[in-house]
């Protein structure tokens, strides 16, 4: 017996589509496993940076800056309320200037030039 597929034709799926306003024709190889992983990889080496500052904060600001860890404990409460609350900030931008897609790809690409510029004021310091 064969197997029937699921998706019948090319009809274009109703309510759906892409960042130009298409419509999505079922089984147009748009998004699926691709976009599945760079969303995944995004969301890895955010949380990844999200806990690895996180933990490190504390240290750094009683340390080198020689706050009181009540400030520092402050400090790294308003930093994380901030990480948290920003997707709210992200969501409005997307929903009602960017679009979904454009505002992924904007925000990436920021992520990575902050990524890739944090060292360098380590480097600038401690350069001796």
Same mark, same amino acid.
């Given at each position: 017996?064969?197997? #029937?597929? =699921?998706?019948?034709?090319?009809?274009?799926?109703?309510?759906?589509?892409?960042?130009?306003?298409?419509?999505?024709?079922?089984?147009?190889?748009?998004?699926?496993?691709?976009?599945?992983?760079?969303?995944?990889?995004? #969301?890895?080496?955010? @949380?990844? *940076?999200? +806990?690895?500052?996180?933990?490190?904060?504390?240290?750094?600001?009683?340390?080198?800056?020689?706050?009181?860890?009540?400030? *520092?404990? *402050? *400090?790294?409460?308003?930093?994380?309320?901030?990480?948290?609350?920003?997707? =709210?900030?992200?969501?409005?931008?997307?929903?009602? +200037? =960017?679009? @979904?897609? @454009?505002?992924?790809?904007?925000?990436?690409?920021?992520?990575?030039?902050?990524?890739?510029?944090?060292?360098?004021? +380590?480097?600038?310091?401690?350069? #001796?």
């Amino acid at each position: 017996m064969e197997s #029937e597929p =699921l998706i019948r034709g090319i009809a274009p799926i109703v309510g759906v589509v892409d960042c130009r306003g298409r419509s999505i024709i079922a089984g147009s190889g748009k998004g699926g496993w691709t976009s599945a992983f760079f969303i995944i990889g995004v #969301e890895m080496a955010e @949380r990844f *940076a999200y +806990y690895g500052i996180g933990f490190n904060l504390i240290n750094y600001l009683t340390g080198p800056l020689r706050e009181s860890t009540a400030e *520092a404990a *402050a *400090a790294v409460n308003v930093w994380s309320g901030m990480a948290l609350m920003l997707p =709210l900030l992200g969501a409005f931008v997307a929903d009602s +200037y =960017l679009g @979904r897609y @454009r505002t992924i790809i904007i925000a990436s690409i920021l992520y990575i030039l902050v990524q890739c510029l944090n060292p360098l004021p +380590y480097f600038a310091i401690y350069d #001796e």
